[in-house]
């Protein structure tokens, strides 16, 4: 399997937090299993020739090239095949600020990346791009196009608050959060829910989860208790039960069993 990150363009670093490639043959075991990991970002994936197609366990086959919102939750695919595809990390305000998209009515959605296109047929490049440099400099032109038209559609105070929150890793509170962003309780609620997808708390706990996550992949703990501790959960129970909910698996079954084919994108064991 072959896992690669790339930066995007310096002009688009403010709405795209990298593009992603993978590689990895068919198992020898029928259909593959995936969940995803809430990780507070939207994005986008490409699937390239030679992959298969992923199938959501609840809402069926998903096209070539599709747009996702935040999540909520973790989610289960399928592939009968080969993971071929590229990706894109979006930044969390990318859905409003890049696509013009009111981001909570999408949030734990994935839709048809080809709709987003406006021009006709400017999607051909993307769809028919025969690897993942040429899906990527697909994507860069798309997103190039898009963050000239909506550029106006950023909210920069919501923007200020939503950085607080991944410089601290999701540990803050709702004071602090609007005098960042310099507005009344109601308007920052409804403003940041319309940037970023997300009530503002839990957006903070999701963040606070993937900063548990990092510690994980680093493994700089040996206890989930120290985890939980270092990243100010109630008790050890209380992480656990916040994992679970965002990945659909417990920790230690991500340390035994998870394999990240991609990041926040775990293979799961057979059977």
């Known amino acids: ?5 790339f930066p995007p363009p ?11 490639t993978v590689d990895r043959p068919g198992g020898d075991h029928g259909p593959s299993t995936f969940n995803t990991m809430a990780d507070g970002l ?8 030679g992959g298969a197609r992923l199938r959501d366990a609840e809402k069926g086959e ?23 595809a590229v990706g894109a990390y ?13 981001a909570e009515e999408r949030t734990d959605g994935c839709f048809d990346l080809e709709k987003t296109y406006t021009a ?12 993942a440099e040429g899906a990527i400099a697909a994507l860069n032109k798309h997103f190039t ?22 410089v601290r890793k999701g540990d803050v509170d709702v004071a602090d959060l609007r005098t960042a962003a310099g507005l009344s309780a109601r308007t920052f609620e409804r403003r940041f829910k319309q940037s970023i997808g997300l009530p503002p708390l839990l957006f903070a706990r999701i963040r606070r989860f993937q900063h548990t996550l990092a510690l994980l992949r680093e493994g700089r703990y040996t206890k989930l ?5 270092a990243a100010d959960y109630a008790d050890q129970s209380h992480y656990i039960r916040s994992f679970k909910e965002f990945t659909g698996i417990s920790p230690l079954e991500f340390i035994r069993e998870g394999r990240e084919v991609v990041e926040n994108f775990v293979e799961l064991p057979p059977g």
């Not at 002009?11 to 593009?19: A, G, K």
Request: positive net charge; charged residues 15%; proline residues 8%.
């Open 62 to 84: 998903m096209p070539p090239a599709f747009l996702y919102g935040q999540a909520t939750r973790f989610r289960t695919f399928k592939a009968g095949g080969p993971l071929r």
């Open 225 to 229: 208790s120290d985890i939980a501790y």
């Open 145 to 166: 196009r898009l963050m000239a038209q909506n550029a106006r559609l950023l909210d920069e105070p919501v923007t200020r608050a939503m950085e607080l929150i991944m």
């Open 120 to 131: 006709p047929g400017a999607s051909l490049a993307l769809l028919e791009a025969a690897d």
């Open 1 to 5: 399997m072959c896992f690669a990150q």
């Open 10 to 20: 310096d002009h688009l670093t403010s709405l795209v937090r990298c593009y992603w």
């Open 42 to 49: 939207p994005g986008v994936m490409v699937v390239l020739p």
């Open 90 to 102: 979006l930044q969390p305000h990318a859905l409003r600020a890049l696509f013009g998209m009111a």
